[in-house]
């Protein structure tokens, strides 16, 4: 590995034992074994770096929810609530594992104020973490995805993701299951109609 990608994986490290808040420049350079300069010239800033290294780590996640559906092994139709539960449970289940990546997104969160330019830089990706939840759902390959469906299905399940994670951070044991997610759209799918 060149000093990038040793820095890359050196943030992570930091990230997941310290926090964006407590992991300094000197901190990655240590966990990394290379040299200061180097955050400049490979990220621009130490923030530009962290962003990346979370970014990777949630990417990381997204290959964790996918249930096996690449490999052909698809039990239930796209677009259905079928789909749209067994998606939701395959999350539910990596939720454990992935507990310092959403304590990541949580500092995020409540101390968005004093990381002003992680929150700008990681606001400008979230359009990426929308597109790449999508094809989960409705089977069409993100490049093949238009921005509408981005903005509205993405935007949907983002923000389902969102909650539902912060409410596995509080109390996994009382958290919402995939059944209940989806009995609860079942439920407004079906008092649309009665409008």
């Not at 039990?75 to 289940?93: D, Y």
Request: glycine content about 12%; charged content about 25%; proline content about 3%.
């Amino acid at each position: 590995m060149g000093h990038r990608e040793d820095l890359l994986e050196g943030a992570k490290r930091c990230l997941l034992e310290k926090g964006f808040v407590r992991t300094t420049a000197r901190d990655i350079v240590k966990e990394s074994g290379t040299n200061l300069a180097s955050i400049g010239y490979h990220y621009g800033s130490k923030d530009a770096l962290l962003v990346q290294a979370y970014v990777s780590l949630i990417e990381g996640l997204g290959d964790s929810f996918d249930p096996g559906w690449g490999a052909g092994d698809v039990s239930a139709p796209a677009g259905s609530l079928e789909r749209f539960q067994e998606v939701w449970a395959s999350i539910i289940r990596s939720l454990p594992e992935s507990r310092a990546v959403w304590m990541l997104s949580l500092e995020i969160i409540v101390n968005g104020e004093r990381l002003q330019e992680v929150r700008k830089l990681l606001a400008e990706a979230q359009e990426q973490g929308r597109s790449g939840i999508v094809p989960m759902f409705n089977g069409v390959p993100e490049d093949e995805l238009d921005k509408e469906t981005v903005d509205t299905e993405g935007r949907f399940y983002q923000t389902l993701l969102n909650g539902l994670m912060v409410q596995w951070l509080f109390d996994p044991d009382s958290a919402t299951t995939a059944e209940q997610l989806t009995e609860g759209l079942r439920r407004v799918i079906g008092g649309v109609g009665e409008s």
